[in-house]
Nanobody, 128 residues
Framework: QVLLVESVGGSVQAGGSLRLSCAAS?????????MAWFRQAPGREREGIAT????????RYADSAKGRFSISRDNAKNTVYLEMSNLKPEDTAMYYC????????????????????WGQGTQVTVSS
C-alpha cells in the first residue's frame, strides 16, 4: 500500500504564502501515476485544488487556484509540493494529499472519486 504524509500546515494572514509537502512511502509508492491536493472546509464538499502527473508533469488546477497555487513534484523522493501565495480567508480548510495508482484521465484529475490513497490532512488557516 501507499502511505501519504502531509507536512504541518499553518496559520497566515491574507496575502501570505505557505508551502505544503506530501511524502509517499510504501512499496507501491513508485507505482503512483498522479498526485493531487484537495481541500475541505467545514460544511463544504471536498474539492480538488491541483494535480500533477508522475510521468510528464502535466498539471491541472481548479479555477480558484490558478495563478496563486503551484504544484510540483520530486519523483526521486516520492514527494509532491503545493506552493500557495496570495492566500485568502476562503482558502482556509483542511488540505489533503491524494494519489492514484491507476490511470486518471485529465478530465477527471480533480475528481475526488478517482483517488485511492489519502493523507490524514493538514490544517491551513488564513486570517483577514
Amino acid at each position: 500500500q501507499v502511505l501519504l504524509v502531509e507536512s504541518v500546515g499553518g496559520s497566515v494572514q491574507a496575502g501570505g504564502s505557505l508551502r505544503l509537502s506530501c511524502a509517499a512511502s510504501g512499496y507501491r509508492a513508485s507505482s503512483i501515476h498522479i498526485m493531487a491536493w484537495f481541500r475541505q472546509a467545514p460544511g463544504r464538499e471536498r474539492e480538488g485544488i491541483a494535480t500533477i502527473y508522475s510521468d510528464l508533469g502535466t498539471t491541472r488546477y481548479a479555477d480558484s487556484a490558478k495563478g496563486r497555487f503551484s504544484i510540483s513534484r520530486d519523483n526521486a523522493k516520492n514527494t509532491v509540493y503545493l506552493e500557495m501565495s496570495n492566500l485568502k480567508p476562503e482558502d482556509t480548510a483542511m488540505y489533503y494529499c491524494a494519489a492514484s495508482s491507476t490511470f486518471v484521465d485529465y478530465s477527471q484529475a480533480l475528481n475526488v472519486a478517482r483517488y485511492n490513497y489519502w493523507g490524514q490532512g493538514t490544517q491551513v488557516t488564513v486570517s483577514s
